[in-house]
Structure formats: C-alpha cells, structure tokens
C-alpha cells in the first residue's frame, strides 16, 4: 500500500499540498502560457488529490474491515458445517 511505502494518509495528503503550492509558484513564475497553464493544471491535480486521500483512506479502511468481517463470518460457517 502506498501509505506503508511512503507514510500516512495524512503525510501523503500533506505532500500533494506541498506540491500544489509548489506548482502554483511556478505557475506564476512562468513566462510562455504553455508552460502557465501546465503548472497551474499540475498545481489543480495535486490540490484535488489532497483533498481526497483522507476519503479514500477511510473507504479503503471500511473495505478492509468488511472483508474481515466476512472472512470471520466464512470461518463460523465452514466450522459450524465441519463439526
């Protein structure tokens, strides 16, 4: 998982921030609109993945503790039909 890789959900969403405001100094720095317009899409992507990271990490908790759950409730039948 990308959070064990790199850190916490929140220190991910913390680096996109980083790189949004990054992108938008460069953006701003930037002489040809091309290369504007780039950084400023770039400096949009990282501010809206940010946003998201904290709603996914929490879907993605909730994912994980429903396939425990239904492990656990796999294990109860197959041992209840064992036995």
Known sequence: MIAE???THE???EMHSM???YHRKLAKE???DIVHDYHA???QRFADEATQIP????TLARFHESEK???RELDRAY???SG
């Open 5 to 7: 890789r790199f850190g």
């Open 55 to 58: 709603r996914r990490a929490v």
């Open 41 to 43: 899409d770039l400096a």
């Open 19 to 21: 790189l949004a405001e």
């Open 11 to 13: 220190q991910i969403a």
């Open 69 to 71: 759950q239904v492990a």
């Open 30 to 32: 930037a002489r040809l």
């Open 79 to 81: 041992l209840k039909d």
